[in-house]
């Protein structure tokens, strides 16, 4: 394994310990760590594709982070207002 793989497989498995997590409801599958995960992993893994240049990967991921870091701000927000 190479660098770009080592950083694409750390980025990913991230992503899938947070779905792992989630499918057997050992965090809320709309929880402030959930999203976390996802954004930390999908950040990583994008990462990952812009080393290796793939375009379709690049957009992948760069969405995947961007909407769950949408989806951990309007949580944070819902939180703080019930606080």
Do not use: H, R
């Not at 792992?20 to 599958?29: G, H, T």
């Not at 957009?59 to 939180?79: C, D, F, H, N, R």
Request: proline share 2%.
């Amino acid at each position: 394994m190479n660098y770009n793989d080592i950083i694409g497989a750390i980025g990913v498995g991230i992503i899938l310990i947070a779905y792992f997590l989630n499918i057997f409801s050992l965090i809320p599958k709309e929880g402030l760590l959930y999203f976390t995960l996802n954004i930390i992993g999908a950040c990583i893994a994008c990462y990952a594709s812009i080393l290796i240049n793939y375009i379709p990967f690049i957009i992948l991921e760069g969405t995947w982070a961007a909407v769950s870091l949408l989806a951990l701000i309007q949580t944070s927000k819902k939180i703080n207002c019930s606080q």
